[in-house]
C-alpha cells in the first residue's frame, strides 16, 4: 500500500521540478535576448580612420657590387579589361596598335592581348583559369 502513495507523489514531485526548469530557462533566454537588444557602443569613426594598415610589405635592399650598373624595373603590365578592340592595361585603355610603355598593341583578342617591340612579344591573359573548379 506505501509504494502506491510514493508513485504519485514522485510524479508530481518530478512534473513540479521540470517546470520550474522550464520557467528559469525561458527567464534565462528573456534575458540573453535583452542584453543583444541593447544599444553596444563601438569605436567611432575618426579612430578607425587613423588606424595604420596593419600588413607590412619588406622591402629587400640590394646591395651593389662594385662596377655594378643599377636597372631600373618597369612595373608588369597588368591586363584588367577587353572592350572591342580596346585594352585596359594597368589602370588605363588603350586602342588596338597603341603604345603602352614602349610596347605597341598588335592583337587585341576575347580573352588577351598581345603586346611587341624590337626585343620581344608579350601575352597578357585576362584572368587566370583555374583547372580545379568547374561550373556547370
Given at each position: 500500500?506505501?509504494?502506491?502513495?510514493i508513485i504519485p507523489i514522485l510524479g508530481v514531485t518530478l512534473y513540479a521540478n521540470s517546470e520550474n526548469r522550464s520557467e528559469s530557462l525561458i527567464a534565462e533566454y528573456k534575458n540573453m535576448f535583452n542584453k543583444i537588444g541593447e544599444k553596444r557602443i563601438g569605436v567611432e569613426d575618426?579612430?578607425?580612420?587613423?588606424?595604420?594598415?596593419?600588413f607590412v610589405q619588406?622591402?629587400?635592399k640590394k646591395t651593389?657590387?662594385?662596377?655594378?650598373?643599377?636597372?631600373?624595373?618597369?612595373?608588369?603590365?597588368?591586363?584588367q579589361a577587353i572592350l572591342n578592340n580596346s585594352a585596359?592595361?594597368?589602370g588605363k585603355w588603350y586602342p588596338l596598335h597603341g603604345e603602352v610603355n614602349g610596347m605597341k598593341i598588335v592583337s587585341v583578342r576575347n580573352n588577351y592581348v598581345w603586346l611587341k617591340n624590337d626585343e620581344?612579344?608579350?601575352?597578357?591573359?585576362l584572368g587566370i583559369k583555374n583547372e580545379k573548379i568547374s561550373i556547370k
Open positions: 500500500m506505501k509504494k502506491l502513495w575618426r579612430e578607425i580612420d587613423a588606424l595604420k594598415a596593419p619588406v622591402e629587400k651593389a657590387s662594385k662596377g655594378a650598373v643599377e636597372q631600373k624595373s618597369e612595373p608588369p603590365f597588368v591586363l585596359k592595361i594597368s620581344y612579344r608579350k601575352k597578357l591573359t
